[in-house]
């Protein structure tokens, strides 16, 4: 059973930086492009990153491209976000999941917890 778990969240100031991690587990993790999304209050759910399996590719959302990076590594079964110069329209819970590159949408039944990221002075 597919499986993921985000992890990093927090309170950050404007213009701080967090990393998030998703742990993958009950697929075969190396054959998936995952991706990360988001969603604000009283907003739908948006996608705003994804990797291929091989990381020789991203796609990143306008509203993260140049502040966000996304990386994996195969061996850990594990996702990362680098979110650098955070800005309060960056609140919102975090979520991963397998995605479609191009059109940064999801490919999954089910969402995890996800994690919180809170960023305000």
């Known amino acids: 059973q597919l499986q993921l778990v985000e992890s990093g969240g927090g309170l950050v100031q404007p213009g701080g930086s967090l990393r998030l991690s998703c742990a993958a587990s009950g697929f075969t993790f190396d054959y998936y492009a995952i991706g990360w999304f988001r969603q604000a209050p009283g907003k739908e759910r948006e996608g705003i990153s994804c990797?291929?399996?091989?990381?020789?590719?991203?796609n990143y959302a306008d509203s993260v491209k140049g502040r966000f990076t996304i990386s994996r590594d195969n061996a850990k079964n594990t996702v990362y976000l680098q979110m650098n110069s955070l800005k309060p329209e960056d609140t919102a819970v975090y979520y991963c999941?397998?995605?479609?590159?191009?059109?940064?949408?999801?490919?999954?039944?089910?969402w995890g917890q996800g994690t919180q990221v809170t960023v305000s002075s």
């Open positions: 990797i291929n399996s091989s990381s020789g590719r991203t």
């Open positions: 999941a397998p995605c479609a590159m191009t059109t940064l949408t999801p490919n999954v039944r089910s």
